[in-house]
């Protein structure tokens, strides 16, 4: 392995699919470099441990992180704010960032066993194809799982104790998970991994612009990530229920009471099933391929049914998006159908 060599007139490029990514990853070169480095977090990391709400957690991961920008005195970063546990739909989000600037660009791999993860690496290599960069270089660094054969490694001893502060800003993480002592165990065991006991070691992965990781890799993902979403949805579901909550009273408390469902999958199944058993009424499923509901009343249309012939039924309180993969995508298309409010599930059970 290689001592990763870092110059005075380098300018590096710290890419964290979540605040706290930066840190648990590349701590030690933050600390050491504060003054060279730019860091660019991707997601509102929304998602992340803790018992409050989703909105109120993104804010709060806002402020560790910015805590931590203030105690390392670094002016260039900053949050785009992709919803977290989304990032695979939007790999195109780096591309018109400049990045022809950066000598070195750091950036979680494709195994690290998150899909948020995989679409920060793969957000990185489209990004520098869509430029024309060829001349940087990019290193993959570890979180979740330790990398398989790295080339570089730092030796970051004299500022592990700065690298654990910089972690520990992020206290809403550490609830469940001690990302702190996780990482200096991490470091620990790259040392005496390398016969150098007594020292902290980071490590990472030397990559090329045009090592970009194969189209099986990146479907294998996105079919990962779309499994991830499903059970998340289903146990939050089950959660309120446990708990006597359902969704009927989410809806009532908005001011919903016309209501449609797109998709008529497992997911709009069930939610159809549960408005319905609830007393609500749900006016009209949408969907692009189903052509029956199987419940007597419950019409079924395709969107450009509604979009060329059917406008009057535009007239529903909440469209309520079950295909939540690709709720962006469809929120565009019903939007510039003429829908006024539309949802995801997720949002809704959130």
């Given at each position: ?39 660019l ?11 409050v ?9 806002k ?5 931590e920008m ?10 785009l704010?992709?919803?977290?546990g989304?990032?695979?739909?939007h ?20 195994y ?17 194809r869509?430029?024309?960069?060829h ?8 979180v ?23 972690i ?10 001690p ?7 991490m ?5 005496i991994?390398?016969r150098?006991?007594g ?47 359902n969704i ?13 469902v ?11 099933k ?7 009424c ?18 079924i ?18 469209v ?10 469809i929120?565009?298309?019903l ?10 599930m ?5």
């Amino acid at each position: 392995m290689q001592i990763l060599t870092i110059k005075n007139q380098d300018k590096l490029l710290i890419v964290a699919p979540h605040p706290d990514d930066e840190c648990i990853g590349t701590g030690g070169i933050l600390a050491r470099y504060p003054e060279l480095c730019t860091v660019l977090v991707l997601t509102d990391g929304r998602q992340g441990q803790g018992d409050v709400p989703p909105e109120k957690e993104k804010e709060i991961r806002k402020r560790e992180f910015l805590a931590e920008m203030d105690e390392l005195g670094i002016g260039c970063y900053r949050m785009l704010d992709y919803e977290d546990g989304t990032l695979m739909q939007h790999t195109d989000c780096l591309v018109n960032i400049p990045l022809s600037g950066y000598t070195k660009i750091f950036v979680t791999g494709i195994y690290d066993n998150h899909s948020d993860h995989t679409a920060a690496c793969l957000s990185v290599y489209n990004a520098l194809r869509h430029q024309k960069i060829h001349h940087t270089e990019i290193y993959l660094y570890e979180v979740h799982s330790l990398i398989q054969q790295p080339s570089h490694m730092l030796d970051i001893s004299d500022v592990i104790d700065k690298k654990m502060k910089l972690i520990r800003f992020h206290e809403s993480q550490l609830t469940s998970l001690p990302y702190d002592l996780l990482s200096r165990n991490m470091a620990e065991y790259r040392a005496i991994q390398n016969r150098q006991p007594g020292k902290y070691l980071e490590v990472y992965l030397f990559r090329k612009p045009d090592e970009r990781p194969e189209d099986r890799t990146i479907e294998l993902e996105e079919r990962l990530q779309k499994q991830i979403l499903f059970y998340w949805i289903l146990t939050k579901w089950m959660d309120r229920k446990i708990k006597g909550q359902n969704i009927v009273e989410v809806l009532g408390t908005r001011g919903y009471t016309k209501i449609a469902v797109y998709g008529y999958a497992e997911l709009g199944q069930l939610l159809c099933k549960e408005i319905l058993q609830g007393g609500m009424c749900v006016e009209y499923v949408l969907d692009k391929t189903v052509e029956k509901t199987g419940i007597r009343k419950l019409p079924i249309y395709r969107p450009d049914e509604i979009k060329n012939s059917k406008q009057e039924l535009l007239q529903v309180d909440v469209v309520i998006v079950t295909a939540v993969y690709y709720f962006e995508e469809i929120k565009r298309e019903l939007t510039e159908t003429g829908y006024r409010n539309v949802i995801s599930m997720r949002a809704l059970l959130e």
